[in-house]
């Protein structure tokens, strides 16, 4: 990979194959906690440093482990696991070296093992065959596209509060609705991605 | 522990506590793979199976676990589980495989299992967690097929990948997208939400 491709691999994990709005992963996160944009931004700060840690990992794992040994059919186990002990090693390392911060993400960090943004980086990795360097900035611009899927949507939800809707779409139908509208605006991203290498059946390009 | 009759399994899971419709679990993979009902049968079979399976065995296993480190067990458990069903998918289902793609390996953080391990396997019996398992992935199911059903139909005009409005049809591309995805599934958990609150209303 050139360094050009590289740029561009990280700009559209950002835009055009943004992880909640073109891809799907992180919706369950997305939906719980981006009701004001500060803990949005929390949640985005945790989630981004977890998931560079856990791509680094998790390549270190697959290709010093895992494939020597031809285990690589148990990826997804050993990548749960690493991600699994990366949130608790960062919960206490976090609560003894930086107490302000943990207080400031101390609930999110449990949220991270779950979310699937962090397992799918890790295994889309693997499957794109990305290299160290290529994987952690996967990880990295990957998880900022998140932040920023999870900023922008919580500026929309905050004047979704004053919205009147029917009653059968209070709550979380309504901001399904309003990701969808974003999620529109995000297709127009999609003419400039690398092509051919999201799961959808369509190229806009 | 309470006896529970079958009906109550199947009211709970597939009906009043549906746990994408009404607890609004698992969203993303209904997002992603609702795109066509091939998909989404493929992909409730695999959760269902996956469910079954976890709820079993961390229901045998509940006197065993301790308190402080449930959730990674549980969660090595259901990957556990996730990767046999990926390796059988893979060896059988090649097609299958290709179209769900990452989505197999995700189920392990699909937050129903983890829920339904949480709140329901580890406080009951194997064979009531076994079938709690069963109708909370026929739940999952079928919310995933009546969400890909109207994305299908309307989206491409086919239903299982059979041509039914013929040729002539244009199809409605913004279905098939991203953005059709969260729209139709609002739609569905709305229309859901409406027809509930009626049906209670008029008792």
Redesign the interface.
Known sequence: MTVAELLLMCFSAILAENFIFVKFMGVCPFLGVSGRIDTALSMGAAVTFVMTVASAASWAVYSFVLVPYGLEYLETIAFIIIIASLVQLIEMFMKKAFPPLYKALGIYLPLITTNCAVLGVALLNVQNGYNLIESVMYGFFAALGFTFALFVFAGVRQRLDLATPPKAFEGVPLSLVAAGLIAMAFTGFQGISLGGSGFFPFTLS | MKRRGITWFIKEGVLSNNPVLVQ??????V??VS?SLTNAVGMGVSATVVLICSNLLISLLRKFIPEQVR??AY??VI??F??AV??LIKAYLPAIDK?L??FI??I????IV?ARAEAFASKNGPLASALDGLFMGLGYTAALMAVALIRELFGSGSLFGISVFGEGYPGI??L????????C???V???V??FT?KRRGDK
């Open positions: 609004l679990l698992g969203l993303c993979s997002l992603a795109t959730i990674a969660i090595v990957s556990g996730v990767t990926q390796l179209s793609g990452i390996p995700l392990v953080v699909n937050c983890l591309l913004m098939t997208m991203p953005a059709g995805a969260f729209l599934l609002a739609s958990v709305a229309a939400r409406h609150s």
